[in-house]
């Protein structure tokens, strides 16, 4: 009844113990199947393999279902055993959420799910991130070396769904404006960026160019931290972003 489209990605915690399961409750089009999401949770820690035909605590036995938001489509580990980061595809106002583990304990497993809306600028322009489908956390002064402290950081890859009329949506969409004020960007898939996606103050403050149908799936860290690779299936192409000069422009200047 809390599966009715199968699963999407997949996530294991950083200790190994537990398996985190996107469940969507609707398809990219049309109406919800059940009301909201959820992120099924499974016991796979080895030390709660059972040693007779009993299985008290549950091993590879299902735990837990934990709401979250509009067609649950992504999940990525984050470095804390209790923290998942969820990338939910059908609304943006709960484009992304951050599941927080209040008991570990398989007989009693709890947590709860909190959203940092995906809206950026105006909602008449093409510049937004629509309909995440993945997550990348960077962690806290990760680049400290090369541009000093900093927060952690959450990419959300935008698959940016076709919406015929919409300028953020369509990219035949777009109008050109005066040349005084410059031409805008059709709109497309792109990356979102949220700073200090686990505080108080989490907020998507800026996102990459849209890359019209881009179509994008996951992204990947490499060499380190220093590059973001992105993969964009309506491009066939993989784009790869350089991101000590990303995050240092996002503190340096917004």
Avoid: C
Avoid at 51 to 65: C, F
Wanted: glycine content about 10%; hydrophobic content about 40%.
């Amino acid at each position: 009844a809390q599966t009715p489209h199968g699963l999407r990605q997949l996530a294991i915690s950083e200790d190994g113990h537990k398996l985190y399961a996107a469940a969507p409750n609707r398809i990219l089009y049309g109406g919800p199947t059940i009301s909201t999401s959820y992120i099924h949770v499974v016991n796979i820690d080895p030390n709660d393999r059972p040693k007779t035909e009993a299985n008290p605590k549950k091993y590879w036995k299902l735990i837990g279902s934990v709401a979250t938001g509009q067609e649950a489509y992504g999940v990525q580990t984050t470095g804390d055993p209790n923290v998942i980061a969820i990338a939910n595809r059908g609304s943006d106002s709960e484009g992304f959420g951050v599941l927080a583990v209040q008991n570990q304990d398989p007989k009693n497993f709890s947590a709860t799910v909190r959203h940092v809306p995906l809206h950026l600028g105006s909602a008449q322009d093409t510049l937004d991130v629509n309909n995440a489908t993945s997550a990348l956390i960077l962690p806290a002064d990760a680049l400290k070396s090369a541009i000093g402290p900093h927060p952690a950081y959450a990419f959300v890859g935008a698959y940016n769904k076709y919406t015929q009329g919409d300028p953020s949506h369509d990219p035949d969409a777009f109008t050109l404006t005066p040349l005084s004020l410059g031409v805008q960007t059709p709109g497309g898939s792109n990356v979102g960026i949220i700073r200090d996606p686990f505080g108080p103050n989490a907020a998507l403050v800026a996102a990459t160019n849209p890359i019209p149908i881009g179509v994008i799936d996951n992204l990947r860290f490499a060499s380190g931290y220093n590059y973001l690779f992105a993969a964009y299936r309506g491009a066939n192409a993989v784009f790869v972003f350089n991101l000590v000069n990303m995050i240092d422009g996002v503190e340096t200047t917004l």
